[in-house]
């Protein structure tokens, strides 16, 4: 089911920053899983409320939003889960004074806490498709450089053989406890980075850092209807983290170019057929290409020069699958360049009898004639 991010993070459509942030850290308090220990329903909703703010914070994700739903954020390998751990944005924006008193009164240790583990950074990656790639969905091979973890060590930063000594400074608690005051506040151990144990030789290949910089081909499907602006998140592609932390996302941003014949609004599909004077008045029945196919579009008698005709459920596919946009169609007609002269005798003879100026067209196939827009 659809989730509206501002009735979960209980605001107005037309809500601030400030106002979000305001909501984010009432109900943040509130559904924290270490509040609420045991408690399942709290520690997802304290998720949902935590990846709603990440997105309605930012101006360039909540436009995305606003345009697209959820769908702009999830398509990609893995689906739905991955964005920055809930931890580290509660820490953000309570501050991380407050963030570590609050840890210490709840117990929560959180992606930094005890063991070190860290996720990985997020990784962007800018792609500009042709307006039909957009519109129909294509696949992308994209070339990323990004740190992964190192295969000889298998992430462990220590030479094969080598053990690790406990840290002398935490005693291997990760933690280094301070009392100030009423309250006793822990903070990561410098010496260990948090894991509690020192390795005693490094690896050769990474030099004890965990990870190896490489270039990784990665395929990406682009589903039907995106359009600039929207970006898809791979879940996992990012980098690696390190201390078994998970790895971070891939976000791979989307650009389109301009058609020749087609263009777009939201997810209506705009074009311009040219037509024959004669089509208009006495009215007929043609093609106009589509999508995937030619579509049938019934002219009327006494249609006017660009009126505009509306194809239901032809346009383009929507981002959250709830059905496609319309096709708007604008007549025009051709004016001809080259006439017989049994063609020019005949519109004088028209134009004579009724006082008004007429044109005509040579009968080429419609369709042949867009086609010939796209070579």
Do not use: W
């Amino acid at each position: 089911m659809k989730i509206d991010y501002y009735e979960l993070l209980e605001v107005s459509h037309t809500a601030s920053v400030d106002e979000i942030k305001k909501s984010y850290r009432k109900l943040a308090v509130k559904y924290h899983p270490d509040k609420n220990p045991g408690d399942k329903e709290a520690e997802d909703k304290f998720k949902e409320i935590s990846h709603a703010y990440e997105i309605l914070s930012d101006q360039t994700k909540r436009q995305q939003y606003d345009q697209f739903g959820e769908s702009a954020f999830q398509y990609g390998a893995g689906g739905g889960g991955g964005f920055h751990d809930p931890s580290d944005i509660f820490r953000e924006v309570f501050g991380g004074g407050f963030g570590d008193i609050f840890e210490n009164m709840f117990g929560y240790g959180g992606s930094s806490g005890r063991g070190g583990a860290r996720r990985g950074r997020d990784l962007e990656y800018s792609i500009k498709l042709d307006f039909l790639e957009a519109v129909k969905g294509t696949n992308k091979q994209i070339k990323v450089r990004r740190y992964e973890t190192c295969s000889v060590c298998n992430g462990t930063g220590a030479k094969a053989g080598s053990g690790k000594i406990t840290c002398s400074q935490c005693g291997g608690a990760g933690q280094i406890n301070q009392t100030n005051g009423f309250f006793s506040v822990s903070r990561t151990c410098s010496k260990c980075n948090g894991v509690g144990e020192i390795i005693k030789e490094v690896c050769p290949e990474c030099g004890g850092v965990q990870r190896k910089e490489v270039t990784k081909k990665i395929d990406v499907d682009i589903p039907p209807g995106v359009d600039t602006g929207v970006r898809l998140r791979l879940t996992g592609e990012g980098e690696a983290g390190t201390n078994g932390g998970p790895s971070g996302d891939l976000y791979v941003a989307i650009s389109t170019g301009k058609h020749k014949f087609f263009s777009r609004r939201d997810y209506d599909l705009l074009c311009e057929i040219p037509v024959s004077f004669t089509q208009l008045v006495f009215g007929d029945e043609i093609q106009v290409p589509g999508i995937e196919k030619d579509v049938d579009l019934e002219i009327p008698s006494g249609t006017q020069s660009v009126r505009v005709f509306r194809l239901k459920n032809k346009g383009i596919k929507r981002l959250d699958g709830r059905g496609r946009g319309d096709q708007l169609v604008r007549v025009q007609v051709e004016t001809p360049t080259h006439l017989n002269a049994q063609q020019k005798k005949i519109l004088k003879e028209f134009d004579e009898v009724t006082g008004n100026k007429a044109a005509v067209v040579d009968n080429e196939g419609l369709v042949d004639k867009v086609k010939k827009i796209f070579q």
